[in-house]
């Protein structure tokens, strides 16, 4: 028992760092909202409507160039209602998941 304990607390060991939370200042910068207002979360690009109803972002949104949004913003909103059509017709529900 002693041995295995001497083992594992060797001093070539690497201490983790312990993470710390945010500094109150961070925190007065961030956006508040109030019961019953709504927050735009256009920074996060278009909800996307998978074939199985599921839906999903586009996880590189915010990567992509003006340009690329535009056209991302012109065709999923289109691609979206002919998927959720074909689901109501198919008597699927659209589940949305926020990430």
């Known amino acids: ?3 295995l304990f001497a083992v594992m607390n060797t001093p070539e060991e690497k201490q983790e ?3 710390a939370l945010p500094c109150p200042s961070d ?3 961030a956006d508040t909202i ?3 207002e709504s927050y ?3 920074s996060l690009g278009p909800i996307v409507i ?3 109803g599921t839906t999903s972002r586009i996880t590189n949104w915010s990567n992509m160039t003006e340009e690329e949004q535009k056209r ?3 065709i999923i909103p289109k691609r979206n209602e002919k998927r959720r ?3 109501l017709a198919e008597n699927k529900d659209v589940e949305v998941h926020v990430q």
């Open 40 to 42: 735009a979360l256009d």
């Open 27 to 29: 925190a007065d910068n």
């Open 85 to 87: 059509a074909k689901l």
């Open 1 to 3: 028992f002693f041995l």
């Open 34 to 36: 109030q019961g019953g």
């Open 72 to 74: 991302v913003m012109r």
């Open 17 to 19: 760092e312990t993470l």
């Open 50 to 52: 998978n074939e199985d």
